[in-house]
């Protein structure tokens, strides 16, 4: 890293960089059916196709998690950030539970645990050049309205998005993505549900159920270690185009960056939610996802805690780019 230049600031605050403590984060999370076909297809065209099978993420299964939520304070470790103030950032997450491969003839042997964001929609522009420059976050503009309080409400979880369909006579503008709104019995039941080894159990029997890997030994005890350490692997496709060919990337990596977790609180939302997708072009959360556009959600909870997002490792750079 010492051979990188700095980082020239000038002009007005567009970024800064991590790591990053976020606080009293707020998430809601949400457990949506997909096509397993086409979430393998997504993983391997982001990460097995342009790294020659250097790095291979799969998914772990056909849900996607979404999560809505705020993180109620972002500060940056490094000074003079740390004590210029914090960032509050509502957000929407769409995450691929994933494992790291390698290849044993026919066989896919699961290396190691990690969730990989496929799509963050958020509308504060500080954390959408930061989050995207430092570690690779796909974020694209977004608003997003939840409940005062779900466990007696019957208002619906709405996503807008920056978006539009493509033909020469479109413009983006804002527009509905996404409405999740509750059905049944709008109770919430709290669990002995208390640090990060508890959600990965919950995501293990909940989510695994179709991995189309070898979950053995090893993945088992990467797994075993990430838990003792309350820590979950969040991994990226980093890129930037290129100045002189923009369908091409001056900066291209495979990025994994750990999130450490503390002080966490969980409960179970006791209800279902009935998803709509709107189809948008620009938003291909169905062609991409494989996001069944109207399901009834089952997999619904509640996390209160707080995360320090550390400095993320390259896995892989494309030759000719920066090696992180």
């Not at 189809?279 to 959360?285: A, G, I, K, M, Y």
Request: net charge negative; proline share 7%.
């Amino acid at each position: 890293m010492t051979d990188l230049p700095d980082y020239v600031e000038f002009g007005g605050l567009g970024s800064a960089p991590g790591p990053l403590q976020c606080n009293d984060t707020e998430l809601y999370v949400f457990g949506l059916q997909a096509d397993h076909a086409k979430l393998d297809a997504l993983c391997r065209r982001v990460f097995d196709t342009p790294t020659g099978g250097a790095v291979d993420y799969r998914p772990l299964g056909d849900n996607v998690i979404v999560t809505f939520g705020v993180v109620g304070s972002i500060v940056p470790e490094y000074e003079p950030w740390h004590t210029m103030g914090s960032v509050k950032e509502p957000q929407v997450g769409f995450w691929i539970p994933v494992a790291r491969v390698k290849h044993e003839g026919d066989r896919l042997v699961a290396q190691d645990f990690g969730m990989f964001c496929a799509a963050m929609m958020l509308d504060n522009p500080i954390s959408l050049l930061s989050g995207r420059e430092d570690y690779g976050y796909p974020k694209t503009m977004g608003w997003s309205e939840m409940p005062d309080d779900p466990a007696h409400s019957t208002d619906p979880f709405t996503l807008d998005v920056f978006g539009m369909d493509f033909a020469p006579d479109q413009h983006p503008e804002r527009r509905r993505l996404m409405d999740l709104t509750p059905t049944g019995d709008p109770s919430e039941t709290e669990l002995a549900l208390d640090d990060i080894r508890a959600v990965a159990r919950w995501f293990k029997a909940m989510l695994f159920d179709r991995p189309g890997v070898d979950l053995g030994l090893h993945f088992a005890l990467e797994f075993g270690k990430a838990l003792r350490d309350s820590a979950v692997n969040q991994v990226f496709l980093k890129q930037i185009r290129a100045t002189a060919d923009g369908r091409r990337a001056d900066i291209q990596q495979v990025v994994v960056a750990p999130a450490i977790t503390k002080n966490i609180k969980i409960s179970q939302l006791d209800h279902d939610y009935e998803l709509k997708i709107q189809h948008l072009d620009s938003h291909p959360l169905q062609d991409e996802l494989g996001i069944v556009p109207e399901q009834r959600v089952t997999l619904a909870m509640k996390m209160t805690f707080d995360m320090l997002i550390t400095a993320g490792s390259v896995r892989w750079a494309a030759p000719g780019t920066t090696n992180g």
